[in-house]
């Protein structure tokens, strides 16, 4: 009897690898299963499990994970205004772990002998899929061909040519794309350098807006509820809104350098128009109705938060523990927040909120003050300097 093994498949080049391989050289009874992450349509669903067949595989299923990924994930990064290194907004990175919960669960409920993934030996995704695979199975075995063989993808294409794999286009494979509802990341070989930038072709997304427009968008307790003054109960679908209007201006490229998992710094091209602006415009939201605590407090979670997703630490508990205070610090981030969109930028213009802290009552900044006097001014300055007025008579500086 074969033993079984379930492949997280995407049907690009690494897994259609791997699915080939395991069949035909191993003789393994190959489950290939994909966790979608919002990235793929009905139509690409359909495409990925006909080729999965066709490498060989004996049994495929699509797993959507999408609503636990914006439930248990993309809303937190918003409450938290995750960018890493104040660029990415760690799309592919969230993602993978929640694609590898579905996986290793499909896994146990087929009973499955292995697992296995496509990923290299060289990024992140090993240590993501690895880590989540053996903290929720360490019973079931992780198979890894691409790393363990140490393959560049020209091996990999002649590999599934010498078997008959001919009809795929491998020349658009030159590029890895991981497309998800948070963004897409596009690695290649002007990403392998630090001088080079990706072309303008390697974009999945491309600019066919050339006029001004306005956005607006609007949030309830920190989760968007509207996109130009439709209301969203989904908010899955009111992301893919603004990506759909952001990307249309060629909104959301950029290129991430930093430091990986493993240790090397690396480099990747992204596009995530609808992360982009929800998060910035989520930040400006903020500035006017958080205290000035709280959004100290909130960016060293968010900080930490993020840099915790991206490092494969999901299931640490006290990740769990962030998204409390993240979530408490949400109660009062209602409002609208207008942007003017443009090709390859836009401008945040401003909010309008019920608990915008502009409080004119209070006072006007630079203009009129109303809720306390000069004198107030004049003693209160007076104590607050008394530390330093201390420090520099004593020093003598």
């Known amino acids: 009897m074969k033993k079984k093994v379930v492949l997280a498949f995407s049907g690009g080049l690494d897994t259609s690898f791997c699915a080939t391989y395991l069949a035909n050289e191993k003789g393994y009874e190959v489950y290939t299963a994909i966790a979608n992450t919002g990235g793929f349509s009905e139509k690409e669903l359909i495409e990925v499990e006909k080729r999965a067949y066709q490498l060989g595989a004996t049994h495929h299923v699509t797993l959507d994970v999408t609503k636990d990924y914006y439930e248990k994930s993309i809303k937190y990064m918003v409450f938290g205004n995750v960018l890493r290194n104040g660029t990415y907004p760690i799309s592919v990175s969230s993602e993978r772990i929640f694609q590898a919960i579905a996986i290793i669960e499909y896994a146990k409920k087929v009973g499955a002998h292995y697992v296995a993934h496509g990923s290299t030996g060289a990024g992140n995704d090993q240590v993501r899929f690895d880590l989540t695979f053996q903290v929720l199975a360490p019973n079931i075995e992780i198979l890894t061909p691409t790393r363990d063989m140490c393959l560049t993808r020209e091996q990999e294409i002649n590999y599934l040519r010498e078997h008959g794999i001919t009809d795929m286009d491998f020349t658009k494979m030159e590029y890895s794309?991981?497309?998800?509802?948070?963004?897409?990341?596009?690695?290649?070989?002007?990403?392998?350098?630090?001088?080079?930038?990706?072309?303008?072709?390697?974009?999945?997304?491309?600019?066919?807006?050339?006029?001004?427009?306005?956005?607006?968008?609007?949030?309830?307790?920190?989760?968007?509820?509207?996109?130009?003054?439709?209301?969203?109960?989904?908010?899955?679908?009111?992301?893919?809104?603004?990506?759909?209007?952001?990307?249309?201006?060629?909104?959301?490229?950029?290129?991430?350098?930093?430091?990986?998992?493993?240790?090397?710094?690396?480099?990747?091209?992204?596009?995530?128009?609808?992360?982009?602006?929800?998060?910035?415009?989520?930040?400006?939201?903020?500035?006017?109705?958080?205290?000035?605590?709280?959004?100290?407090?909130?960016?060293?979670?968010?900080?930490?938060?993020?840099?915790?997703?991206?490092?494969?630490?999901?299931?640490?508990?006290?990740?769990?523990?962030?998204?409390?205070?993240?979530?408490?610090?949400?109660?009062?981030?209602?409002?609208?927040?207008?942007?003017?969109?443009?090709?390859?930028?836009?401008?945040?213009?401003?909010?309008?909120?019920?608990?915008?802290?502009?409080?004119?009552?209070?006072?006007?900044?630079?203009?009129?003050?109303?809720?306390?006097?000069?004198?107030?001014?004049?003693?209160?300055?007076?104590?607050l300097s008394n530390p330093m007025k201390i420090y520099y008579s004593l020093t003598k500086k």
Request: charged letters at 25%; zero cysteines; glycine letters at 10%.
């Open 177 to 383: 794309i991981n497309k998800g509802l948070w963004g897409t990341s596009i690695g290649g070989k002007e990403t392998l350098k630090s001088n080079k930038t990706l072309p303008e072709d390697a974009y999945p997304s491309q600019v066919n807006k050339h006029n001004k427009e306005t956005l607006t968008i609007d949030f309830e307790e920190g989760e968007i509820a509207g996109v130009n003054g439709q209301t969203f109960e989904n908010k899955i679908a009111a992301i893919r809104e603004v990506e759909k209007i952001g990307s249309a201006f060629g909104i959301g490229r950029d290129m991430h350098i930093g430091d990986t998992i493993i240790g090397i710094k690396g480099r990747v091209g992204f596009e995530a128009a609808g992360a982009l602006l929800i998060i910035n415009a989520h930040k400006m939201l903020e500035k006017h109705t958080l205290t000035k605590w709280q959004q100290y407090w909130k960016d060293q979670i968010g900080t930490w938060y993020g840099m915790f997703l991206h490092e494969a630490q999901y299931l640490e508990p006290v990740m769990r523990d962030m998204e409390a205070f993240l979530s408490s610090t949400q109660l009062h981030v209602t409002g609208k927040v207008i942007l003017e969109l443009k090709p390859y930028s836009y401008t945040l213009v401003g909010v309008e909120s019920v608990y915008d802290l502009m409080n004119s009552s209070f006072g006007e900044y630079g203009e009129m003050n109303r809720a306390w006097s000069a004198d107030d001014v004049k003693g209160f300055t007076t104590i």
